[in-house]
C-alpha cells in the first residue's frame, strides 16, 4: 500500500502532496523535509530507492521535478517506480509535454488526476484512456458550465 | 452590481484560455492564483514570502466568509487556500467552507470542495463530513471520514449500472475494511460478488480485499489461478495492458495472493505449479514492469510448497536480477536472494562474488541491502566477519533508523551465537580496530553498571570466557584482544574464589612465549601477572618468567619483568600499590611530568644532556648523517610510553603506549627514512651465516614437502642460483582479498563449499598452498628459508616477512650398506673430518649406547660394531652418501667422517655433536 506521494522541484519547493494515512501536520512536514533533503542528496547512477523509518520510499526525477513515493516496506520497488512512470504519463497526456509550471498552476488537476489513478493508496485505474477520458469528461462539464454561467450573467 | 462585474471578470480569462486549448485547462495568466504564484516567484526572502501569503490569507478569509461570494468564486479561493497550504501556511478558517462547498455546490465545484477536504482533513481530525453525492464523493469521504459514514450506501453503489462506481465503491469498502474490519464482515459474500464482475476493473478492486484476509479462501485457490491465466495469456482487453504487458499490477496483486494460498500447503500449491511456469515464461520483455512480475512470481514460487524445477527456474531468474547492470534490478535482486537464503543458503554462494561487489557498492542503500542479505546466513562460522562489516557499515551511518536496526540486528546475532560474542565483539577487525574500542569495554567493565551483581556476573562472564580461550588456541588473537584478556585476568580473575592465579599466570606466560605476540602486549601480560601474583606457586611462575626476561632487548619488558620480579616478593608493597578492590576514580595525569624536576635538575646538574624531542633529535640525525644512530630509534618511544603503564586502572592510559611502542618489525617498516630499509634487499648474512644459497620465497604460506636437494654435480651454476620448478600464478591481489573475504562470508553454506573454503575462525584465514622447489649448493647446519608475504586487508597493504628454519638433519636418510661396500667408499671420498665427542656411558655397552642416540636422534644406518669401532652410514636424501667411522678413544667417541659432498660431514658433525650433548 502507498502511504504518500510527493512530487518536489530541484530546489525542494513542494509542488504537490498527497497523503493516504492520517497524518498530523508536524508529521507531514518532517517527512516532507526528510523526503527533500534525503532525495537531493542522492548522487548520479545511485539506485532510485530509499530507506526511511519503516517505509520504502521510491523517487524519480523527470525534468526538474522529483516524484517521491513513500510505500510499506513490503511493496515491490520496481512497481513503486511503474507507478509513478504511469502517473507522469497521465500528466503528459493530459497537459500534453508536461512541465513543472503545468503542474504549479493546474495543481487541481494535477489532483484530479492523481485521485483517478490511485485511491487510498492502491491502483484504481491503469489505462491512460480510461483515465482520460474521466478528465476530459469533466472538463466538458466545465465547459458548458462556464458557458451557461456567462450567458445567465450577461443577460441577468 | 460590483458583484457582477468582478464575476465577469472572473470568468473571462478562463474562457479565452478555453478557446485556445479546450480540454487542456492551460493557465490564465491574470487569475488569482496565477497572480500568488508570480509574486511568490519574485520574491526574495522567506520572510517577504511569510507576508504576502498572510496578506493573501487575510483577504481569501474575508472573501470565504463573506455572503455574497458565489461558489463559483469559492471554489477559486478554495484552490488559493490549498496552495497556501502547500507552501506550509495554516488556512484552517476555509476548512469549512469547503465542506461547504462539497456539499452545496455544482457538481464541479463539489470536485475542488472535496479536494480541499481530503487535503485539509483526515479522519483524526475533529471536522467531520456527512455527505454523499454522485460519483466523485464516495473516493472522497474514506479519506476523510470513516466513522459516520454509513456502509449502507456504499453497499448501494456496489450494484451501481456504471463500472466505475463499483469499482471505488469495492476501494471504498477495502478502507473501511482496513479501519474497521467488523464492521464489514457482514458482507463478505458482497466482496465474492465483486470477484465474479464481469468487469475486470471492479474484480481487480477487490482483490485488494482478499489480499487482507485471504486465508479464510482456500476454496477460492482454482478461480485465482484461473484468473492469472487469462491475465498471463493476455486475455483481457488492451486497455488493461502497460507498455505491452497484460495487466502488471493485477498480476503482482494475484501472485500475493496465490503465495499466501500455497504457504505450507502442498495441495493448494500444486494448483498453482503450472500458472506459476507460465508466468516466468511470460515475462520476457526487457521492462521493469516485467521485472517487477518476476520478482513476485519467484518470491511466491519459494514462499508456497516447493517444487524443484520451478524452485531451479527461480533461481536462475535471481542470477538475472542481481548480475544486471542496471542498479534498480540488482537492488531488487539482492532482496530477493535475502528473501530466498532462508530456504535455500546454497544459493547465496553462487553469487558470492556480486554479493562482495555489492558490499564495496559506492551507495549506501545497495551496501545496506546486501548486509541484510549477509545476516540471513550468519552462521557460527562466519559471524565475525559479517558483524565485522556490519560495524563497519553503523561507523558511517548517519541515519538513526539504520543504526537502530543494524545495532539491533548485531545484538540478534550475538544472542543467537552466545560463545562466539565476546570473541566477535571484541576481535572484531583485529588490531585494525581504534584503540578506543577494547578501552571504552574495558572502562565498562570497570566502572560498570548501577547494579554491583550484574558488575560482578558480567566479570565472572569475561574471566571465564577468556580463560576458556586462552585454554584453545590462542596463536591467531588479535593482540588487542589479548591486552584485552590479559587486563580482565589481572583485574579480575580474584573473583571466581575456586581459580587459582597459578593455573592464569601458566595461561599468561604461554602467551609470552608465543612468538607471534607483540611486545605492547607482552607488556600487558607482565602487567597481569604483577596483579595476580600471589601464592607460591605463582611467584615461582613470576620468577621463572623474570629470568627469561631480564635479558629481552626491549627495555619496557625489562622494566616489567623487574617490576614483577620485586613485588612479588614483596606482598605488602604490591597490596598497597595494586589493590584488589580498587575504586574507580579517575587517575590524575600530572601530564607535563613535574615531578621529575628535581631528578632532571639533578641530572643535568651532574652533566647530563638536556632533553629533545624525538623530531628534534631526527633533525639532528639526518643533519649529521656521517653518524648511524639508527638501531636506537626503536628503543627510544619505547622507553617514553614505560612511564605511563603503572597505574592499575589504566586502561585507557595503557593505549597511549600502542601508539608509540609496538611490534619491533612493524617499526622497522614503518621508521622512515632514518631505520634502515630492509624490503628488497637480498639477505645475505644470516644469523648462521653466509646465505647465499637461499633465495627469498616470494609468497610461502605453507610449505608442503621439503624439497629434496640435488647433487651439486648436477647444479653447478653460481651460488645463490635457484630453480622455481613450479613458478605461482600469479593472482591479481583485490582479486585475491575479494576471493579471501567470500570463502569467509560463504563458509558453512552449502557442502560444495569445504573443498575451496576454509573455516575461518578469529581471524579470515585463507591457506594459498604455494610448492616451490629449490636446490641448495653445499649443504649447511641449517637452511634458512625467507620470504616477503604481502597482502591486502581493509584497504591496507601490510606486508610480513618470515623466515623458516630447516635444519640439515631433515635431509638425512639411513643408508643400508655393506661392510664391504662402506669399506670400498670409505677410500673413495676426499672430504673428510674428525673430532672426539661425548659418551653416553649409563649403560653397559657404551658404544652401543651412542650409536643408538645417534641412529634415533640422526636417522643413521649402523652398518656394523666390532668391538670398540663401529661404522654408521646416511645418505642426503635419496642422494650423496656419508660416511661415519666411530672408535672409543680415552672415554670419548673420537668420529671420523667422510663424504664426496664438501661441507657435509662438517655439518653432519655438528647435529652429532648437539645429538649427543643432551644426553
Not at chain 1, 539506485?47 to 519503516?54: A, E, I, P
Not at chain 2, 480541499?116 to 464523493?137: Q, S, W
Request: net charge negative; aromatic share 8%.
Amino acid at each position: 500500500m502507498m502511504r504518500f506521494l510527493l512530487l518536489f522541484s530541484r530546489q525542494g519547493k513542494l509542488r504537490l502532496q498527497k497523503w493516504y494515512t492520517p497524518l498530523s501536520e508536524r508529521e507531514k512536514k518532517k517527512i516532507i523535509r526528510d523526503m527533500t533533503t534525503m532525495v537531493l542528496a542522492r548522487q548520479p547512477r545511485t539506485c532510485n530507492f530509499l530507506h526511511w523509518k519503516d517505509l520504502k520510499i521510491i523517487y524519480k526525477r523527470y525534468a526538474s521535478l522529483y516524484f517521491c513515493l513513500g510505500v510499506e516496506s513490503e511493496e515491490n520497488e520496481l512497481l513503486g517506480l511503474e507507478v509513478i512512470h504511469r502517473y507522469v504519463e497521465l500528466l503528459d497526456k493530459y497537459f500534453g509535454n508536461v512541465c513543472e509550471l503545468d503542474i504549479i498552476f493546474n495543481f487541481e488537476k494535477a489532483y484530479f488526476i492523481l485521485d483517478e489513478f490511485l485511491m487510498s493508496g492502491e491502483i484504481q485505474e491503469t489505462s491512460k484512456q480510461t483515465i482520460n477520458r474521466c478528465i476530459e469528461n469533466s472538463d466538458m462539464l466545465q465547459e458548458d458550465y462556464n458557458n451557461e454561467w456567462y450567458e445567465v450573467e450577461l443577460f441577468g | 452590481m460590483s458583484d457582477v462585474v468582478e464575476k465577469t471578470l472572473t470568468a473571462l480569462p478562463s474562457l479565452l484560455s478555453l478557446d485556445s486549448q479546450p480540454g487542456s485547462a492551460k493557465l490564465s495568466s491574470t487569475s488569482k492564483l496565477g497572480a500568488l504564484i508570480r509574486g511568490i516567484t519574485e520574491l526574495t526572502s522567506k520572510h517577504e514570502e511569510e507576508k504576502l501569503i498572510q496578506r493573501e490569507l487575510a483577504s481569501l478569509k474575508d472573501q470565504v466568509s463573506s455572503p455574497n461570494t458565489s461558489m463559483r468564486q469559492m471554489k477559486e479561493a478554495m484552490v488559493r487556500a490549498i496552495y497556501c497550504e502547500m507552501l506550509g501556511y495554516e488556512a484552517s478558517f476555509s476548512y469549512i467552507h469547503a465542506i461547504k462547498l462539497a456539499q452545496q455546490g455544482s457538481i464541479l465545484d463539489k470536485r475542488v470542495g472535496y479536494l480541499a477536504v481530503t487535503l485539509f482533513l483526515n479522519e483524526n481530525h475533529e471536522f467531520v463530513l456527512t455527505c454523499y453525492d454522485y460519483k466523485h464523493i464516495i473516493p472522497i469521504i474514506i479519506y476523510c471520514v470513516y466513522d459516520t459514514c454509513n456502509t449502507p450506501l456504499v453497499e448501494e453503489k456496489l450494484n451501481h449500472p456504471k463500472e466505475i462506481i463499483r469499482r471505488k465503491a469495492v476501494l471504498a469498502l477495502y478502507k473501511f475494511y482496513l479501519i474497521a474490519p467488523n464492521q464489514v464482515q457482514h458482507i463478505h459474500n458482497r466482496f465474492r460478488k465483486a470477484l465474479c464482475d464481469k468487469d475486470p476493473g471492479v474484480m481487480f478492486a477487490s482483490l485488494h480485499i482478499y489480499l487482507q484476509m485471504i486465508k479464510g479462501y482456500k476454496d477460492l485457490t482454482a478461480s485465482f489461478v484461473t484468473i492469472l491465466k487469462q491475465v498471463v495469456s493476455g486475455k483481457l482487453p488492451m486497455d488493461f495492458n502497460y507498455h505491452s504487458v497484460p495487466a502488471p499490477w493485477l498480476q503482482i496483486q494475484l501472485l500475493r495472493i496465490l503465495s499466501i494460498l500455497g504457504k505450507n500447503d502442498q495441495s493448494t500449491s500444486e494448483i498453482m505449479y503450472d500458472v506459476l511456469d507460465e508466468s516466468l515464461k511470460r515475462a520476457e520483455i526487457n521492462h521493469n514492469i516485467t521485472y517487477a512480475i518476476l520478482y513476485e512470481c519467484v518470491k511466491c514460487i519459494y514462499t508456497i510448497y516447493p517444487k524443484t524445477d520451478l524452485l531451479e527456474k527461480a533461481a536462475k531468474c535471481i542470477g538475472n536480477f542481481v548480475l544486471s547492470s542496471k542498479i534498480n534490478l540488482k537492488y531488487l535482486g539482492l532482496k530477493a536472494l535475502t528473501y530466498v537464503v532462508q530456504q535455500d543458503p546454497k544459493l547465496a554462494l553462487q553469487h558470492q562474488m556480486t554479493i562482495i561487489e555489492c558490499l564495496d557498492h559506492p551507495d549506501v542503500i545497495i551496501k545496506r541491502e546486501t548486509l541484510e542479505l549477509l545476516f540471513r546466513i550468519t552462521n557460527a562460522q562466519n559471524i565475525t566477519v559479517i558483524v565485522e562489516k556490519m560495524l563497519e557499515f553503523l561507523h558511517q551511518s548517519k541515519d538513526d533508523h539504520t543504526t537502530i536496526d543494524l545495532v539491533g540486528k548485531v545484538a540478534e546475532i550475538a544472542e543467537k551465537y552466545p560463545l562466539q560474542t565476546m570473541n566477535t565483539v571484541f576481535s572484531l577487525g583485529g588490531d585494525m580496530i581504534q584503540p578506543d574500542i577494547p578501552n571504552s569495554f574495558l572502562k565498562l567493565l570497570s566502572e560498570g553498571f548501577e547494579s554491583e551483581e550484574e558488575n560482578k556476573k558480567l566479570r565472572l562472564f569475561a574471566v571465564d570466557s577468556y580463560i576458556l580461550l586462552l585454554e584453545g588456541e590462542t596463536r591467531n588473537l588479535p593482540q588487542r584482544f589479548l591486552q584485552v584478556i590479559s587486563w580482565v585476568l589481572g583485574e579480575y580473575s580474584h573473583l571466581r574464589n575456586d581459580l587459582d592465579p597459578a593455573r592464569v599466570m601458566t595461561l599468561l606466560t604461554k602467551l609470552l612465549e608465543m612468538r607471534q605476540t607483540s611486545s605492547e602486549t607482552k607488556t600487558w601480560v607482565l602487567m597481569a601477572m604483577t596483579k595476580l601474583c600471589s601464592g607460591e606457586a605463582s611467584v615461582s611462575i613470576a620468577r621463572s618468567v623474570c629470568e627469561d626476561l631480564s635479558s629481552s632487548m626491549d627495555t619496557v619488558q625489562r622494566q616489567r619483568a623487574h617490576e614483577l620480579l620485586l613485588l612479588s616478593q614483596d606482598r605488602a608493597l604490591r597490596s598497597q600499590l595494586l589493590p584488589l578492590c580498587s575504586d574507580p576514580e579517575p587517575l590524575e595525569v600530572d601530564s607535563s611530568l613535574s615531578f621529575l624536576d628535581a631528578f632532571v635538575s639533578e641530572a643535568l646538574a651532574a652533566g647530563a644532556a638536556p632533553y629533545k624531542p624525538p623530531h628534534q633529535r631526527q633533525e639532528e640525525l639526518a643533519q649529521q648523517k656521517a653518524l648511524s644512530l639508527e638501531p636506537y630509534e626503536l628503543s627510544l618511544p619505547i622507553n617514553m610510553s614505560s612511564s605511563c603503564v603503572t597505574g592499575r586502572q589504566s586502561p585507557t592510559l595503557m593505549s597511549v603506549s600502542s601508539g608509540l611502542s609496538g611490534d619491533s618489525a612493524e617499526l622497522s617498516h614503518k621508521g622512515g627514512s632514518t631505520t634502515l630499509k630492509l624490503e628488497g634487499v637480498k639477505r645475505v648474512w644470516g644469523r648462521e651465516g653466509y646465505l647465499s644459497k637461499k633465495e627469498p620465497v616470494e609468497e610461502v604460506a605453507q610449505a608442503e614437502i621439503p624439497s629434496p636437494l640435488s647433487s651439486p654435480n648436477q647444479h653447478t651454476g653460481a651460488s645463490g642460483t635457484s630453480s622455481n620448478t613450479h613458478p605461482p600464478i600469479p593472482t591479481p591481489e583485490p582479486e585475491q582479498e575479494k576471493q579471501q573475504l567470500a570463502s569467509s562470508l560463504f563458509v558453512g553454506l552449502g557442502s560444495q563449499s569445504s573443498l575451496c573454503l576454509v573455516r575461518a575462525d578469529i581471524y579470515a584465514l585463507h591457506v594459498a598452498v604455494f610448492q616451490y622447489s629449490l636446490s641448495v649448493i653445499r649443504p649447511v647446519v641449517h637452511f634458512e628459508v625467507m620470504g616477503m608475504l604481502s597482502y591486502q586487508s581493509s584497504h591496507k597493504s601490510h606486508e610480513v616477512e618470515f623466515t623458516y628454519k630447516l635444519p640439515l638433519t631433515n635431509f638425512i636418510r639411513p643408508f643400508t650398506v655393506s661392510t664391504e661396500q662402506y669399506g670400498a667408499m670409505w677410500l673413495a671420498f676426499s672430504n673428510d673430518t674428525k673430532q672426539n665427542l661425548n659418551l653416553v656411558t649409563d649403560g653397559q655397552d657404551s658404544l652401543t649406547d651412542t650409536l643408538n642416540v645417534l641412529k634415533g636422534k640422526l636417522n643413521l644406518h649402523i652398518v656394523e660394531i666390532i668391538g670398540m669401532e663401529g661404522i654408521v652410514a646416511c645418505r642426503l636424501a635419496q642422494d650423496q652418501p656419508c660416511l661415519l667411522h666411530c672408535h672409543i678413544h680415552a672415554g670419548t667417541l673420537a668420529v671420523w667422517l667422510r663424504s664426496p659432498v664438501p661441507d657435509l660431514p662438517d655439518s653432519l658433525l655438528y647435529h652429532c655433536q648437539r645429538a649427543l650433548e643432551g644426553t
